[in-house]
């Protein structure tokens, strides 16, 4: 059997640890001194490695290590953390995308259910700005099914945005139903809820 393929990792510029690639993200300077999250982690030009989550990229803005680990003078956005989150929703939005040209997602709350109910979900998907009751009642029956500690719940996006990756009008309710798609939004997702964790 070949042998198990070494783990990548890169040095956090703010807390000096060493970690695996996949819980980091690059930033990149572009040509004009205007540094820039690479989620992708595919751009080329000179990088700085962060750990994944928005506190990890604010305090690298506070501290100026961006400059420092570069050893030259580099531009920042104002909100460097806001921008990095709204690059890592647009990376799950595309991963949605590609799950709706796949036809592996169903929307709209009937559609939602039955996936539910016949196991068919592969993870559920509420708009973040869904009404109480319509998310009470849906997830009233993930409880019911027992798939609460079990079925991934996509709810870090908007209708807005829900609505972009799906190709609707005011989307709230939807369900990722198979496709190798399914897992990548998942994995996207899984990313996005460790960069807004508060710790």
């Known amino acids: 059997m070949p ?6 990792t890169r040095e956090c510029c703010v807390t000096k ?14 040509p004009d001194t205007q540094i820039f ?9 000179r990088g700085v490695w962060v750990t994944a989550t928005a506190v990890a990229v604010a305090e690298a803005q506070k501290k100026n290590a961006f400059a420092r680990s570069l050893k ?20 799950l939005i595309g991963a949605l995308q590609l799950a709706r040209k796949g036809g592996f997602f169903v929307m709209g709350s009937a559609k939602v259910r039955s996936a539910l109910e016949s196991e068919k979900a592969r993870a559920l998907i509420t708009a973040s700005d869904a009404s ?11 409880r ?12 870090l ?5 829900l609505s972009l990756a799906f190709g609707g009008k005011n989307v709230i309710h939807a369900a ?3 496709g190798a798609a399914a897992n990548s939004a998942i994995k996207q997702y899984e990313r996005l809820v460790r960069y807004v964790a508060k710790t």
Do not use: Y
């Open 176 to 178: 990722l139903v198979g």
């Open 37 to 45: 999250p690479d989620v992708t982690g595919k751009a080329g030009g």
């Open 132 to 142: 109480e009751d319509g998310r009470r009642k849906m997830m009233q029956l993930v």
């Open 144 to 155: 019911v099914l027992e798939l609460d500690q079990t079925l991934p719940h996509i709810d």
């Open 157 to 161: 996006l908007g209708g807005e945005q």
């Open 17 to 30: 640890e060493i970690l695996p690639k996949t819980d980091l993200i690059r930033f990149v300077v572009g």
């Open 72 to 91: 030259s003078p580099v531009k920042l956005p104002e909100d460097l953390a806001g921008l990095t989150q709204a690059h890592l929703e647009n990376r």
């Open 3 to 8: 042998a198990n393929k070494e783990i990548a």
